[in-house]
């Protein structure tokens, strides 16, 4: 069955980097979009970026500049590279796979939508100290 299994959260200070992966399986990795999400206390799930099955990636505009969507098919690893953290970006983060290989809606920030993906995985918690 798919699974995806998400690590690198950790506690860092503000400005701090940190780089999170996502590991799949159990589905042809290839042909689907994959994305980023993120949820704070009290919010609802926000999609901070996405690649679909031909490369092209979206951000939400809040973190244009300092988040990076990334994978390497061969190892069917999903990555968010992170810089310049802010206390705003403390949330549990999530990566998330759709069987709509071709695209994805997006949400109102520009990320993609929760909606659009299929399968979840449990998350990893980033927390920034100002």
């Known amino acids: 069955q798919v699974q995806l299994a998400e690590s690198g959260g950790g506690s860092v200070q503000s400005g701090g980097s940190l780089r999170l992966s996502c590991a799949a399986s159990?589905?042809?990795?290839?042909?689907?979009?994959m994305g980023w999400f993120r949820q704070a206390p009290g919010k609802g799930r926000e999609g901070v970026a996405g690649?679909?099955?031909?490369?092209?990636?979206r951000y939400a505009d809040s973190v244009k500049g300092r988040f990076t969507i990334s994978h390497d098919n061969a190892k069917k690893t999903l990555y968010l590279q992170i810089n310049s953290l802010k206390p705003e970006d403390t949330a549990m983060y999530y990566c998330?796979?759709?069987?709509?290989?071709?695209?994805?809606?997006?949400?109102?920030?520009?990320?993609?939508?929760?909606?659009?993906?299929?399968?979840w995985g449990q998350g990893t918690q980033v927390t920034v100290s100002s």
């Open positions: 159990g589905f042809s990795y290839s042909s689907y979009c």
């Open positions: 690649i679909d099955s031909g490369g092209s990636r």
């Open positions: 998330a796979a759709s069987d709509g290989g071709s695209g994805y809606a997006l949400g109102s920030g520009g990320g993609p939508h929760p909606a659009s993906f299929d399968y």
